[in-house]
C-alpha cells in the first residue's frame, strides 16, 4: 500500500496542471490508481492517431509507471454519438479499442519492459460518466482511463 500511496502522489505532481486545467483526474482505491484523460485534443475526431500535444503527457505519466509493477489497463471510451467520418471504424466500440491501443502502443514504445503488462479495453459508448444529451457530457464521456494496479 505504502507503494501505491507513493505513486499516487508522483502522478498527482507529474499532472498536476493537467488536473488544475480539468484535463485530467486521479484517483485511488485499495490497491488500484485511476487515471482519467479526456479525449479533447488528444485526438483527432473519428481517428485515433495520437495528437503531438498529448505525447509529453503520456511520456510522463509513462516515465512514472515504469518504476510501478503491476498491471496497466487502458481503457478507451467515447460518446454515443455514430462515428460517421471514417471507413477505418465501423463503430465507437471500434474507436474506443484502437483510442486504447494507440495509448498503449506509444507506452510501449516509451517503456518497452512494460509490454507484458500493459492490457487495452475499448468500451465504446456503454460506460459513461455524464449524460450524452449534452456537448459537455458527451465530451466528458470521450476519454481514456489508465488504471494500475499493484503488483502482487
Not at 37 to 61: Q, T, V
Request: glycine share 8%.
Amino acid at each position: 500500500i505504502q507503494a501505491v500511496n507513493a505513486r499516487y502522489e508522483d502522478i498527482k505532481v507529474a499532472l498536476t496542471d493537467e488536473i488544475r486545467d480539468g484535463r485530467a483526474e486521479v484517483r485511488k482505491d485499495g490497491d488500484k490508481i485511476f487515471v482519467r484523460l479526456n479525449s479533447e485534443g488528444r485526438f483527432e475526431s473519428g481517428a485515433a492517431r495520437l495528437s503531438e500535444e498529448f505525447k509529453p503527457l503520456l511520456g510522463k505519466l509513462t516515465e512514472i509507471l515504469t518504476a510501478f509493477s503491476g498491471v496497466i489497463r487502458v481503457e478507451g471510451h467515447t460518446d454515443s454519438l455514430p462515428v460517421v467520418f471514417s471507413q477505418r471504424f465501423r463503430s465507437n466500440w471500434d474507436l474506443s479499442a484502437a483510442r486504447a491501443a494507440a495509448v498503449a502502443d506509444f507506452m510501449s514504445m516509451e517503456a518497452p519492459d512494460s509490454d507484458a503488462r500493459i492490457e487495452i479495453v475499448g468500451y465504446g459508448e456503454t460506460r459513461p460518466i455524464s449524460t450524452n444529451a449534452t456537448a459537455e457530457g458527451r465530451a466528458n464521456n470521450r476519454r481514456i482511463e489508465i488504471i494500475i494496479q499493484s503488483g502482487q
